[in-house]
Nanobody, 128 residues
Framework: QVQLVESGGGLVQTGGSLRLSCAAS????????MGWFRQAPGKEREFVAA????????YYADSVKGRFTISRDNAKSTVYLQMNSLKPEDTAVYYC?????????????????????WGQGTQVTVSS
């Protein structure tokens, strides 16, 4: 079973940057598409970004496009989320997720129900 461990969250001021990391173990990392989701208090979990198993395709929610960048380093079994120009509305618990169905299209990867493994979450707080 794939295990995911997230890190990199913290407190940052509006306009600042953070880089989240998600280290995977217990499976064949390069075979999994990976995604980042977030959940703010009182809101449902929402899609942030995804990257296919080969890294050839990336997808972003409209709310973060142009500010966030997802990437992966298969040699290190790690996926990253670089977050720039952070806004207070980005405040949430961020979760890393992995799928095992070899999805490649945004239609599938934007929905949390299509992922099989989840990290514990890391808190990101953006102050105004």
């Amino acid at each position: 079973q794939v295990q995911l461990v997230e890190s990199g969250g913290g407190l940052v001021q509006t306009g600042g940057s953070l880089r989240l990391s998600c280290a995977a173990s217990g499976g064949t990392f390069s075979n999994n598409a990976m995604g980042w989701f977030r959940q703010a208090p009182g809101k449902e979990r929402e899609f942030v970004a995804a990257i296919t198993f080969s890294g050839s395709s990336t997808y972003y929610a409209d709310s973060v496009k142009g500010r966030f960048t997802i990437s992966r380093d298969n040699a290190k079994s790690t996926v990253y989320l670089q977050m720039n120009s952070l806004k207070p509305e980005d405040t949430a618990v961020y979760y890393c997720a992995a799928e095992r169905e070899y999805y490649t299209e945004a239609y599938y990867l934007r929905h949390s129900t299509n992922y099989d493994y989840w990290g514990q979450g890391t808190q990101v707080t953006v102050s105004s």
